[in-house]
């Protein structure tokens, strides 16, 4: 039996939410907390594995890094629990971007993480 390579690198990151010391707020760790891509086309993956009982759900990303030519639209599974995107890869550069969510009480928070770009062809 052969076994298929995957043409499309893919990069899974672990999202933990807890609430914070503060009502109505929570602190947001990911795993790795700047994951480093190496390949171009690469799917990267955000997927909440632990919010604390929570229910809290992804509910979109905005890209703060202006001129962004590397990063393509998010997209949020049914479940909420996963944000998917696919990043070209093509510049060596650390984009900026800002994780949604929403609780079960509907109240919005958000958590701003970094991809760090570097190509290696």
């Keep these: 039996m052969s076994k298929v390579k995957a043409s499309t690198p893919f990069l899974n990151v672990m999202v933990k939410v807890k609430a914070g010391d503060t009502p109505g707020t929570y602190d947001v760790q990911t795993a790795p907390k700047v994951p480093a891509v190496t390949q171009k086309d690469t799917i990267i993956n955000y997927q909440i594995y632990d919010d604390d009982n929570q229910n809290i759900v992804f509910t979109g990303m905005t890209i703060q890094t202006l001129g962004n030519d590397q990063l393509s ?40 993480p970094q991809v760090k770009n570097d190509p290696q062809d």
């Design 73 to 112: 639209p998010a997209s949020v599974s049914l479940s909420g629990k996963q944000l998917t995107f696919s990043d070209a890869n093509t510049s060596d550069v650390t984009i900026s971007f800002t994780l949604n969510f929403k609780d079960a009480d509907g109240l919005e928070f958000k958590h701003d």
